[in-house]
């Protein structure tokens, strides 16, 4: 009996000292994960949406970072306002929004977990019409100084080269790459910026860039397209730039301007191929382009031009400047021509019945 007892009290011993162990809670694996979207209210992809709200439930718990700067509209035809309710985010606004237009909603980085601060991208999309507009663009934006890839700039889509903000618009990533979804078909100017007070407005000390022609946006449309952007010098600035096909591209141009500056495509423009048609215009020959895109660069300013493919497709034309004209020697042909003019062979120009004197001008009004 009293061995029993020994044995009991030294069980109970060891017993007793186990319990009184301290361990460790770990507390599980570290979350690394952003929260996710469970439910939409109406449901996203949804046609028709003619209402002023949304709701959106997340996984778990969250908070808003900077909401009124990354929770977008595009296009931006009214301001969001946002209401946390447990694990779920309300979404409302004032404005009626367009018949028949496809509206995106992002979040760039405004959702977070509470506990580790994890984030990411994720957008919503709906219409107001009975189709989802499907066109995509993409773009790559470069300084054009350096080459360097240009990120968290603001890429947009404009009704004119006029217009204050634009109609779409999306940020580009570390590599300069930015891509615009859900887009409707019709033409459109592009711009960049960097945005630095978030205005979507381009100021004039941030780093900019353009393409000065319109694009005809359809469901053909497949080019990468590559903006460069830079500080401009707006009392240097070179404007209008317009690609004359086959091979010019005719520009206004201050009233210093100094040719020997000016590059275009990395390469540094020859006296032979400009001339000054006006005082304050120069007209460039590029010869044939194989090229989508090419830019000009003059100073510190950077300018993209866009080569259509159906009018590089054009040919060399000549056209009397005055048809009507009646030829006399007080009043010569004058010809007009597409392209820059090498030489002129007097021998292979012919006149039934009469003579034809050959007279080659280039003066300050015509090539």
Not at 49 to 78: C, G, R, S
Not at 261 to 271: A, E, P, R, W
Not at 283 to 301: C, W
């Amino acid at each position: 009996m009293r061995m029993f007892k020994l044995i009991y009290l030294f069980v109970f011993s060891i017993l007793l000292f186990s319990c009184a162990q301290i361990g460790t809670i770990t507390g599980g694996q570290k979350d690394v994960f952003a929260p996710k979207i469970v439910k939409i209210q109406p449901e996203n992809y949804l046609l028709n949406f003619n209402d002023k709200q949304l709701k959106i439930t997340f996984d778990e718990y969250f908070v808003l970072n900077k909401a009124e700067q990354n929770i977008i509209m595009v296009p931006p035809d009214a301001v969001i306002n946002t209401l946390i309710d447990r694990k779920s985010l309300l979404l409302n606004w004032e404005e009626s929004l367009r018949k028949n237009t496809t509206y995106s909603i992002y979040f760039n980085k405004a959702i977070k977990d509470v506990t580790e601060g994890n984030d990411s991208i994720m957008s919503i999309v709906f219409s107001t019409g009975s189709t989802i507009d499907s066109l995509s663009l993409t773009v790559m934006l470069k300084n054009a100084f350096t080459n360097a890839p240009v990120k968290n700039a603001v890429f947009g889509l404009y009704d004119s080269l006029s217009a204050l903000r634009p109609r779409y618009f999306i940020s580009s990533d570390v590599d300069g790459k930015a891509t615009l979804s859900h887009i409707s078909e019709g033409t459109y100017f592009l711009k960049a910026f960097e945005d630095v007070n978030n205005d979507l407005s381009v100021q004039a000390q941030e780093l900019q860039g353009l393409l000065f022609n319109s694009i005809a946006f359809d469901a053909d449309f497949s080019d990468t397209l590559i903006i460069r952007l830079s500080h401009p010098l707006f009392e240097t600035r070179i404007k209008n730039v317009k690609f004359l096909p086959p091979g010019m591209v005719g520009m206004h141009v201050p009233e210093n301007f100094n040719p020997e500056q000016l590059t275009f495509l990395d390469k540094t423009v020859k006296s032979d191929a400009y001339f000054y048609p006006k005082r304050d215009s120069l007209i460039l020959f590029t010869g044939p382009m194989a090229l989508d895109n090419g830019f000009l660069v003059y100073e510190q300013d950077s300018i993209s031009i866009r080569f259509p493919e159906k009018d590089r497709k054009l040919n060399v034309s000549v056209k009397l400047k005055a048809p009507d004209q009646l030829l006399s020697n007080e009043s010569p042909m004058v010809l007009e021509i597409n392209d820059q003019v090498a030489a002129v062979d007097a021998s292979k120009f012919n006149l039934l019945n009469d003579l034809l004197n050959v007279l080659c001008k280039r003066s300050s009004s015509s090539i």
